[in-house]
Nanobody
Framework: QVQLVESGGGLVQAGGSLKLSCAAS????????MAWYRRAPGKERELVAS???????NYSDSVKGRFSISRTVNKNMIFLQMSSLKPEDTGVYYC?????????WGQGTQVTVSS
């Protein structure tokens, strides 16, 4: 079993930056890929960015060029550097990992972008 703990959320003005962190512990060797998702108020949870074992990354169109996903060398932590934040980036951000076709989630961290 893998535990995920997110941190780094908060309140920021539009145009500002914020960096989220996610620490994975436990049987981390089973992780195939990790990702950040978000759920905006009244909307479905959506993929923001993912990073695979190979280091390949993927971003949603809405954050390309503004957000960057990265990880530590030992792959036990991932980060989401968010820049040029917009009010529509507001939501709960979740760290997740994938194993054998299933996604597992952390508790989430709130990001609020004020206009």
């Amino acid at each position: 079993q893998v535990q995920l703990v997110e941190s780094g959320g908060g309140l920021v003005q539009a145009g500002g930056s914020l960096k989220l962190s996610c620490a994975a512990s436990g049987n981390v060797y089973v992780i195939e890929s990790m990702a950040w998702y978000r759920r905006a108020p009244g909307k479905e949870r959506e993929l923001v960015a993912s990073i695979h074992l190979s280091g390949w990354t993927n971003y949603s169109d809405s954050v390309k060029g503004r957000f960057s996903i990265s990880r530590t060398v030992n792959k036990n932590m991932i980060f989401l550097q968010m820049s040029s934040l917009k009010p529509e980036d507001t939501g709960v951000y979740y760290c997740s990992y994938r194993r054998r076709g299933y996604d597992y989630w952390g508790q989430g961290t709130q990001v609020t972008v004020s206009s």
